[in-house]
């Protein structure tokens, strides 16, 4: 089983920045591709940002160019560094997991496909 325990979240100035954590613990028994979701008010959870255990990163419209993804795997952790940041990026940021060859097209894929969650944690640019 895979735990997904995300950090960092808080309260920004519209056009700050914040960096989520995301500590990945557990197994699957198989390589794992890590991805950023978020759920705004009044919208479903969409994905942000996606790793593949080969490195390729994947980074769906809603929030590409203000966002960077990035891993440190020594210390199993997955990372959002957000930029730029509007009032309507206000939600909750979640880590999410999901056996690799689901992201092998380069593609994140859609949210219902993925397997573990974590509990998420609040960002809020005012």
């Known amino acids: 089983h895979v735990q997904l325990v995300e950090s960092g979240g808080g309260s920004v100035q519209d056009g700050g920045s914040l960096r989520l954590s995301c500590s990945v613990s557990?197994?699957?028994?198989?390589?794992?591709?890590l991805g950023w979701f978020r759920q705004v008010p009044g919208k479903q959870r969409e994905g942000v940002a996606g790793?593949?255990?080969?490195?390729?990163?994947m980074y769906p419209d809603v929030m590409k160019g203000r966002v960077i993804v990035s891993q440190d795997s020594a210390k199993n952790t997955l990372y959002l560094h957000m930029n730029s940041l509007k009032p309507e990026d206000t939600g909750m940021y979640y880590c999410a997991a999901i056996n690799d060859p689901y992201c092998a097209g380069g593609v994140l894929p859609p949210e219902p496909l993925w397997h573990y969650w974590g509990l998420g944690t609040q960002v809020t640019v005012s």
């Open positions: 557990g197994s699957s028994g198989n390589p794992l591709c």
């Open positions: 790793i593949h255990s080969d490195g390729n990163i």
